[in-house]
């Protein structure tokens, strides 16, 4: 068996790498802390392809020559060069905005907040998705079920106008930054503030954060 663990932190990976030993003694491990040692990894290592499992955290140190930005892009990756091989996503954010987009673009097999995991919980996690059963953790499967009720504000479009009205932008900047036209991106913001109840903009960011779409 053979596993690819992403990671900034070696402390962290030092603990999966150990969990996994107890689980599969034989098994071989890769450790990475980078997009770029990412990047190398996948396109020198003819061993690369060889990967049964990999496991992903989201933040993790840009390689931007590449493009490859976080966990997606690295996910994403991964996919392309080994379509078989079963992704974990492991994450300490708990906004939905970034569970919606992880879900999204990268349909990972497993998916756990860092905050829920145990050395049991790895375990398990691990084996379900090695026996083909997608696990996702409660806190992720509830947060992704919630969503669909609230169908306008996890389309891809107003999840970015969320994020970038949260970090000062504003509204006449966005169709520089997302590829809708203004009066679109008008009427996103119109519908967005009808569900969550709201009249201006401030008021949106808040109930956003409130709602668990923002931190």
């Known amino acids: 068996m053979n596993f690819v663990l992403v990671d900034d932190h070696p402390f962290i990976l030092e603990g999966y790498g ?12 890769i450790k990475l802390t980078t997009c770029k040692e990412v990047y190398d990894y996948f396109n020198t290592d003819p061993n690369a ?14 390689y931007d020559e590449k493009n490859i930005k976080n966990g997606i892009d690295v ?16 994450t300490a954010h708990t906004e939905k905005i970034f569970i919606l987009d992880i879900i999204k673009n990268v349909k990972p097999e497993g998916f756990f907040t860092k905050g829920e995991l145990t050395p049991e ?5 691990i ?7 997608k696990f ?23 999840r970015q106008i969320l994020y970038l009205l949260s970090k000062g932008y504003k509204i006449i900047e966005l169709d520089k930054i997302i590829p809708i036209s203004y009066s679109a991106i008008q009427k996103r913001i119109a519908k967005m503030k009808q569900v969550l109840n709201v009249q201006d903009d401030k008021g949106l960011v808040k109930a956003a954060i409130q709602h668990g779409y923002l931190s």
């Open 18 to 29: 150990n969990i996994i030993k107890q689980i599969y003694p034989q098994s071989k491990i």
């Open 49 to 62: 392809k060889l990967n049964d499992i990999a496991l992903i955290d989201f933040n993790i140190p840009p």
């Open 75 to 90: 996910a994403k990756l991964v996919r392309k060069v080994i379509p078989y091989c079963k992704i974990i996503i492991l």
């Open 121 to 125: 919980n790895l375990k398990k996690l």
């Open 127 to 133: 084996e379900n998705v090695l026996n083909h059963d």
């Open 136 to 158: 996702y953790s409660d806190f992720v499967q509830e947060t992704f079920n919630e969503s669909l009720d609230d169908k306008s504000l996890i389309d891809d479009y107003n």
